[in-house]
């Protein structure tokens, strides 16, 4: 029968599950497979899984109750597999890369950092440090009808706000890095200066968030959002 797969971890985890229904619109109970060193949590389904409000609440919540008792592997939303052999089968033949990426983000969880930066401030900015973007802008707004004016502004002020996003977002990479056992970046999206996902060992978890809460009190018209902690799906 086709499983819905959740996560891996090891063989050892003790994989609390009584009471755990998994995804589907008819959820089944979440159960283990397992073989000599490795244990996959999956459920059984009998249909397409899309990504409903129910199932991926469904999905998280078998995460949260592993990510209570030991270390993880979480799959993002969707994996599926034919049966539990084919599981078996995939376990045992990546069983050394399965056990070295559970030792690799032991004991740890994930933060994801995102950063934005009020657009109406920065221009505000720009014209204040910039005499060549104020010289332009006097002009437009005094009635210049040159049409050149607006466009070297525009491209002027563009510039400006690139490179200094761009400084923002490293000078906040170098901050938040060193208190990670690993990071990764991310595209950043709807507006945001950075997107950024931090492995943070349990051990170092309240040194990270005092870090983070003085760097969100000092950095004035730059806003920052954290989310986690959170199961380690940048870094399986």
């Known amino acids: 029968m086709p499983l819905y797969v959740y996560s891996i971890t090891?063989?050892?985890?003790?994989?609390?599950?009584?009471?755990l229904t998994g995804v589907g619109a008819e959820p089944t109970p979440v159960r283990a497979v397992t073989t000599?060193?490795?244990?996959?949590?999956?459920?059984d389904i009998d249909e397409e899984i899309r990504p409903r409000r129910r199932d991926l609440a469904a999905h998280q919540e078998v995460q949260d109750r592993l990510m209570a008792d030991g270390t993880v592997l979480p799959l993002q939303f969707g994996y599926t597999a034919p049966d539990d052999q084919a599981v078996t089968d995939v376990l045992l033949q990546h069983e050394d890369g399965y056990l070295a990426a559970l030792e690799r983000v032991r004991d740890c969880?994930?933060?994801?950092?995102?950063?934005?930066q009020d657009e109406d401030?920065?221009?505000?900015?720009?014209?204040?440090?910039?005499?060549?973007?104020?010289?332009?802008?006097?002009?437009?707004?005094?009635?210049?009808?040159?049409?050149?004016l607006p466009l070297e502004l525009g491209e002027l002020v563009a510039a400006e706000v690139g490179e200094r996003q761009e400084d923002l977002a490293a000078g906040l990479v170098r901050t938040l890095v060193p208190l990670a056992r690993d990071h990764s970046v991310l595209a950043p999206a709807d507006g945001d200066v950075l997107s950024i996902s931090l492995l943070v060992h349990d051990d170092e978890q309240d040194a990270f968030l005092r870090a983070e809460a003085r760097l969100?009190?000092?950095?004035?018209?730059?806003?920052?959002?954290?989310?986690g902690p959170l199961p380690p799906y940048s870094f399986v």
């Not at 969100?216 to 989310?227: E, I, Q």
């Open 121 to 148: 401030v920065l221009l505000r900015e720009i014209l204040r440090d910039s005499d060549r973007a104020r010289q332009l802008n006097d002009r437009i707004r005094g009635g210049d009808p040159d049409p050149r």
């Open 109 to 116: 969880a994930e933060y994801h950092v995102k950063a934005s």
């Open 36 to 43: 000599g060193r490795l244990r996959a949590v999956v459920s």
């Open 10 to 19: 090891a063989a050892a985890h003790p994989c609390r599950l009584d009471g």
């Open 216 to 227: 969100v009190a000092d950095m004035g018209n730059v806003r920052l959002r954290l989310n």
